[in-house]
């Protein structure tokens, strides 16, 4: 683990599909930079460019993503499995909230 990497960074990579689905679900199709571009404001702090393309390629290979040309911009569509991946991950964000509320509770006394 790199200890030189923001906490805020270390937890956005490990979301980072999962918050990407969520984008293009609740705001329809994007290209990558305004991707990019929501991340940043959903995270309040730069993302890498080279960070969004990567995990855009890996989607798109994973098939939770999909790729269309449009006045010369490849745009990203969320795909069905896309859809079904964000919903399978419910549970798990559930899980996660009550953990991260724990450990903030416990961290403010």
Do not use: C, W
Not at 2 to 18: A, C, D, H, R, T
Not at 44 to 52: A, F, N, S, T
Not at 76 to 102: A, C, S
């Amino acid at each position: 683990m790199n200890y030189k990497e923001s906490p805020k960074f270390m937890v956005l990579k490990g979301l980072l599909q999962i918050i990407v689905a969520y984008i293009l679900y609740r705001y329809g199709d994007m290209y990558g930079y305004q991707i990019k571009k929501k991340l940043e404001e959903i995270n309040q702090k730069k993302v890498p460019q080279g960070l969004i393309y990567v995990t855009l390629k890996r989607m798109v290979n994973n098939g939770i993503l999909e790729t269309y040309d449009k006045e010369d911009k490849k745009y990203y569509r969320l795909t069905e499995g896309g859809k079904m991946f964000l919903i399978n991950h419910i549970d798990i964000l559930k899980r996660v909230d009550n953990i991260i509320h724990d450990i903030l509770q416990f961290m403010s006394r």
